[in-house]
C-alpha cells in the first residue's frame, strides 16, 4: 500500500517521487514506469472522438487515485483519491488516513483545523468540505435530511450538525479555491528538470510558402548547485530552412536524440531515374521532444530541410513520445473574387474546418500505416496525410491534425510525395 504525503494546492507523493500540480502528462507517465512494479494496472481514460471536450485520465486502478490532466496544454490539474482504502495519506508527516486510522470528519477537523462550512450536494448525497487547494467528500448516504448550520461557527467544524464517523470518500488536491473552476497550473520549477519547453511556435512564411519556425521557449532552475535562479526565464529563437546543424545546436541546444532515416520504403513511389541509385548516406533527425518538433538534416549538406511538429493527441501511434507543440500556421486562402487573405491553422483546428476555409476539398489523401515491426499491427489504425502549400498534414480518424511536415523551397514541386511523409 502506497504511503503518500499531502501538500494541498501542489502534490500528492513520498521521497522517491510526486505527482505535482503543473506537471506535463510525460513526467507523470515516467514515474508510473519507473515504479511499474509498485503502481501496477493503470488505465489511460479519453474521449476517442473528442479529445479536446474531457480531461486526459491516468487511473492508477490499484492504489484508488485519478490524476486528471488538461485536455489542451496536457498539465496535471487535479488529483484524486477516489479509494481512501487502498492508499495510506498523511498531512506534515502524520498520518489522517491508514488502515489503523479512519479518516472521519473528526480525523480531518484534527489533522487541518478549521474551514468555512461545507456544501451538501443532495444529488450526489455528499458533503464537500474545502481547504484551499484541497477538498474533501463524506459520504452521507445514512442521513435523511440535509445537513443542518447551527448559526454560530465560532468552533469551526464542531459547529456543522455532521454525524459522529461520517467517513471521506473521496479526497482532491488543485490549484485555487474552486474545485470547479480550478486550471491546470503553470509547469513549477521544480518540473523543468533543465529542460527548455515550447509556450508556443509560430510557422514563418514567405511569398512560397513556410521559411522557419519562430519559438517561444521556457526553461528554469538551469544554473549549478543547490541553491541555483529557480526563476522561469522566457527567450524567443528563430530556425529556418537551409540553417546548418550548427546553426540549429547553438539556437536550440543538444537535441534529447538524434534518428537516422533508415532505407526510404517509399522509394518505388519516386520518379525512375531514382530507383536503383543507393543511398550513400542516410537524413537524420534531431528530435526535441520537449518542444514537440523534429528536424530533418540533409546527409550531403547538413542543413535543414524538414520540420514536422507534433500535437500529442491520445490515440495516435506517437502519443506521449513528444510534448504537445502549441504551433499557429498561416494559410493563404485564395478566393475567386477577392485577393488572397490569410487564416491561422493551430494544434486544435480539425481538418475539415481548413478544408472549409480553401473552400475547397484537398486532393485524396495518402494512407499511411504505421507499427513497430512487421508482425505488429498498430491498435490506433491508419491515418491520412494531406498535402497543401509546402506542408504536409497528417490527420486522424477522428479529424484532429497528429502532424504536420514543412519542407523548403528547394523542392521541385508542393505536391504531396509519398517520400515526404512523416516518418
Not at 148 to 175: C, D, W
Not at 329 to 353: F, G, H
Request: hydrophobic share 35%; aromatic share 10%.
Amino acid at each position: 500500500m502506497l504511503d503518500l504525503e499531502v501538500v494541498p494546492e501542489r502534490s500528492l507523493g513520498n521521497e522517491q517521487w510526486e505527482f505535482t500540480l503543473g506537471m506535463p502528462l510525460a513526467q507523470a507517465v515516467a514515474i508510473l514506469q519507473k515504479h511499474c512494479r509498485i503502481i501496477k494496472n493503470v488505465q489511460v481514460l479519453y474521449s476517442e472522438q473528442s479529445p479536446l471536450s474531457h480531461d486526459l485520465i491516468l487511473n492508477l486502478t490499484q492504489d484508488g487515485i485519478k490524476l486528471l490532466f488538461d485536455a489542451f496544454n496536457q498539465r496535471l490539474k487535479v488529483i484524486e483519491v477516489y479509494d481512501l482504502t487502498k492508499v495510506k495519506l498523511k498531512y506534515c508527516g502524520v498520518h489522517f488516513n491508514s488502515q489503523a486510522i479512519a479518516p472521519t470528519i473528526e480525523q480531518i477537523d484534527q489533522s487541518f483545523g478549521a474551514t468555512h462550512p461545507g456544501v451538501y450536494n443532495s444529488a450526489e448525497q455528499l458533503f464537500h468540505l474545502n481547504f484551499r487547494g484541497l477538498s474533501f467528500s463524506f459520504q452521507l448516504d445514512s442521513w435523511t435530511e440535509t445537513p443542518k448550520y447551527e448559526p454560530n461557527f465560532a468552533h469551526g467544524l464542531a459547529s456543522l450538525q455532521i454525524p459522529h464517523g461520517a467517513t471521506v470518500k473521496r479526497m482532491y488536491i488543485y490549484n485555487g479555491n474552486s474545485l470547479q473552476d480550478t486550471k491546470a497550473p503553470l509547469m513549477p520549477p521544480s518540473c523543468f528538470l533543465g529542460n527548455v519547453y515550447a509556450e508556443n511556435v509560430d510557422v514563418l512564411r514567405d511569398g512560397t510558402g513556410p521559411s522557419g519556425l519562430r519559438l517561444r521557449l521556457l526553461t528554469a532552475g538551469c544554473g549549478l548547485g543547490i541553491l541555483a535562479d529557480a526563476k522561469m526565464r522566457v527567450f524567443e529563437r528563430c530556425v529556418y530552412f537551409g540553417d546548418s546543424c550548427q546553426d540549429v545546436l547553438s539556437t536550440l541546444g543538444s537535441p534529447h536524440k538524434v534518428f537516422y532515416k533508415s532505407e526510404d520504403k517509399m522509394k518505388i513511389h519516386s520518379p525512375s531515374p531514382h530507383k536503383q541509385v543507393p543511398s550513400k548516406c542516410n537524413d537524420y533527425f534531431f528530435n526535441y521532444f520537449t518542444l514537440g518538433v523534429d528536424i530533418l538534416f540533409d546527409a550531403n549538406t547538413h542543413k535543414v530541410k524538414k520540420f514536422v511538429l507534433h500535437t500529442n493527441y491520445p490515440g495516435h501511434y506517437n502519443f506521449n513520445i513528444y510534448h504537445r507543440c502549441e504551433f499557429k500556421i498561416p494559410l493563404v486562402i485564395k478566393r475567386d473574387s477577392a485577393d488572397s487573405q490569410t487564416e491561422t491553422c493551430t494544434t486544435y483546428s480539425k481538418w475539415d474546418s481548413i478544408q472549409d476555409l480553401l473552400g475547397h476539398p484537398v486532393e485524396k489523401p495518402v494512407v499511411l500505416h504505421r507499427s513497430s515491426s512487421p508482425n505488429n499491427t498498430n491498435p490506433f489504425g491508419s491515418t491520412f496525410c494531406f498535402g497543401l502549400q509546402r506542408m504536409i498534414f497528417e490527420v486522424m480518424q477522428n479529424n484532429h491534425i497528429a502532424s504536420v511536415t514543412l519542407y523548403g523551397p528547394t523542392r521541385p514541386s508542393s505536391q504531396l510525395r509519398t517520400s515526404d511523409l512523416p516518418q
